[in-house]
C-alpha cells in the first residue's frame, strides 16, 4: 500500500496477557519509530530504528516493552504481561531516511487492557 | 528537554472565523518545528513545517511562522471550514535529532 499500515486497529487484551501490534512502513522508507499516544495527548516517543537497527529505545517505559525489525522492513512491538496503564493507541511512522523530517504516520493500534 | 506547549482547547468557531493556535517551544539551537493534523478516524497528517527562523509554512489555507524571537509557532487560518474539525498538535524535531516532541493537542470543532 502506499501508507504505514499497522495491525490490528483495535486490541483488547486481559491484563497479564501479552500483545504484539504490527507496522508495515512505507517501502523504502529507512527510518521506522513508535510512539505511545494516550488518551488527550499528544504522542511520546518510544523506540526508533534505523533499517533493522535498534538506535533508540529510551522511551520505552519498561522491560516488558520490546521492538523489532528484523529485516529493516516490517516492526512489531511487543507488550508482555499487559498492565492497565499500557491503554493508549500505538501509532508507527516511518520516514525516508535519518534527518528528513517528514515522517508519515499509520492510523495506530487502540490497546485496552482490562 | 525540549518541548512544546500548545493552547488548550477545545476550540468551537462557525465557518468563515479565523483560527488560531498559540504554540511556543523551549529548545536550545534551532529545532524544526511542525503542525500536525488528525481527522476523525484517520492517523497523524503533516499539515506543514518550517526548519529555521522566519520560515513560513503553509498548507491547506494554514499558515505558520516561525519566531525564534518569542520562541512561537502560531497556526493561523484566514477562514475555517467545517472539514477543518480536527486535533492540531504542534511539534519539533530538536537540532541534530530526529525524535518528535508533541504538544498535547487542541480539537477545534467547526459549526456550519
Known amino acids: 500500500g502506499a501508507g504505514v499500515s499497522q495491525s490490528p486497529r483495535y486490541k483488547v487484551a486481559k491484563r497479564g496477557q501479552d500483545v504484539a501490534l504490527r507496522c508495515d512502513p512505507i517501502?523504502?522508507?529507512?527510518?521506522l519509530f513508535w510512539y505511545q499516544q494516550a488518551l488527550g495527548q499528544g504522542p511520546e516517543f518510544l523506540t526508533y530504528f534505523q533499517n533493522e537497527a535498534q538506535l533508540d529505545k529510551s522511551g520505552l517505559p519498561s522491560d516488558r516493552f520490546f521492538a523489532e525489525r528484523p529485516e529493516g522492513s516490517v516492526s512489531t512491538l511487543k507488550i508482555q504481561r499487559t498492565q492497565q496503564e499500557d491503554s493508549a493507541v500505538y501509532l508507527c511512522?516511518?520516514?525516508?531516511?535519518?534527518?528528513?523530517?517528514?515522517?508519515?504516520f499509520g492510523q495506530g493500534t487502540r490497546l485496552t487492557v482490562v | 528537554g525540549d518541548s512544546v506547549t500548545q493552547m488548550e482547547g477545545p476550540v468551537t468557531l462557525s465557518e468563515e472565523a479565523f483560527l488560531t493556535i498559540n504554540c511556543t517551544y523551549t529548545a536550545t539551537g534551532y529545532p524544526s518545528l511542525f503542525w500536525y493534523v488528525q481527522y476523525p478516524g484517520e492517523g497523524l497528517q503533516l499539515l506543514l513545517k518550517?526548519?529555521?527562523?522566519?520560515d513560513k509554512g503553509s498548507n491547506k489555507g494554514f499558515e505558520a511562522t516561525y519566531r525564534k524571537e518569542t520562541t512561537s509557532f502560531h497556526l493561523e487560518k484566514g477562514s475555517v471550514q467545517v472539514s477543518d474539525s480536527a486535533v492540531y498538535f504542534c511539534?519539533?524535531?530538536?537540532?541534530?535529532?530526529?525524535?518528535?516532541?508533541f504538544g498535547a493537542g487542541t480539537t477545534v470543532t467547526v459549526r456550519a
Open positions: 511539534a519539533l524535531i530538536p537540532t541534530n535529532d530526529y525524535k518528535l516532541s
Open positions: 511512522a516511518s520516514s525516508l531516511r535519518q534527518g528528513h523530517t517528514e515522517a508519515f
Open positions: 517501502s523504502g522508507h529507512v527510518s
Open positions: 518550517a526548519t529555521k527562523a522566519d
